[in-house]
């Protein structure tokens, strides 16, 4: 089985559609409508001119979910937010981890290139999460507890969420 990350295209739309499912959203407020999820799509088009990236993880040039990773203030501190999504028939196989062990080889090394970029990667699961909060600690990350988490950026919606932490430089 070959993981592998492709930087979001318009090409990716539909995957971005099966993601949207009451199942993989449920954790994150549920699925949005076909506005919300055309407005996130040109977002995620965008991140790379904010210091960011989505990618598709293709398994065996299949797609199968994303990751990404892009800039955000946190606790009065700019760091780097990791989030990801694996669609039911790939999950167990060990695609997220593949896929969270490319980003942050990915990452790393963006991190390297540029002395100004935050050193810190941060993922905020929901604490009832299970499978995204083992993927945290099996990638290396420290949990710092729970915390009120803001998703999305700016709506004022709040999750319980854990905090996890992880030093990139």
Request: hydrophobic share 45%; with cysteine; net charge positive.
């Given at each position: 089985?070959?993981?592998?990350?492709?930087?979001?295209?318009?090409?990716?739309?539909?995957l971005?559609?099966?993601?949207?499912?009451?199942?993989?959203?449920?954790?994150?407020?549920?699925?949005?409508?076909?506005?919300?999820?055309?407005?996130?799509?040109?977002?995620?088009?965008?991140?790379?001119?904010?210091?960011?990236?989505?990618?598709a993880?293709?398994?065996?040039?299949?797609?199968?979910?994303?990751i990404?990773?892009?800039?955000?203030?946190?606790?009065?501190?700019?760091?780097?937010?990791?989030?990801?999504?694996?669609?039911?028939?790939?999950?167990?196989?060990?695609?997220?981890?593949?896929?969270?062990?490319?980003l942050?080889?990915?990452?790393r090394?963006?991190?390297?290139?540029?002395?100004?970029?935050?050193?810190?990667?941060?993922?905020?699961?929901?604490?009832?999460?299970?499978?995204?909060?083992?993927?945290?600690?099996?990638?290396?990350?420290?949990?710092?507890?729970?915390?009120?988490?803001?998703?999305?950026?700016?709506?004022?919606?709040?999750?319980?969420s854990?905090?996890?932490?992880?030093?990139?430089?």
């Amino acid at each position: 089985m070959e993981i592998s990350l492709e930087p979001w295209s318009d090409a990716h739309l539909d995957l971005l559609r099966r993601i949207n499912t009451p199942l993989m959203r449920r954790h994150v407020g549920g699925p949005e409508t076909p506005e919300q999820l055309l407005v996130r799509h040109r977002r995620y088009l965008g991140l790379p001119s904010r210091g960011g990236v989505m990618f598709a993880v293709l398994v065996d040039g299949a797609p199968a979910g994303s990751i990404a990773r892009h800039r955000r203030e946190w606790r009065g501190a700019e760091i780097h937010e990791t989030g990801w999504n694996v669609l039911p028939e790939f999950q167990g196989r060990g695609v997220a981890v593949a896929a969270g062990r490319a980003l942050l080889a990915e990452l790393r090394a963006a991190v390297a290139a540029d002395p100004a970029a935050p050193g810190v990667l941060h993922a905020f699961p929901a604490v009832d999460n299970a499978p995204s909060n083992a993927l945290c600690a099996r990638l290396g990350f420290t949990g710092t507890g729970p915390c009120a988490f803001e998703y999305p950026q700016g709506s004022g919606r709040f999750l319980h969420s854990n905090d996890w932490r992880l030093a990139v430089r």
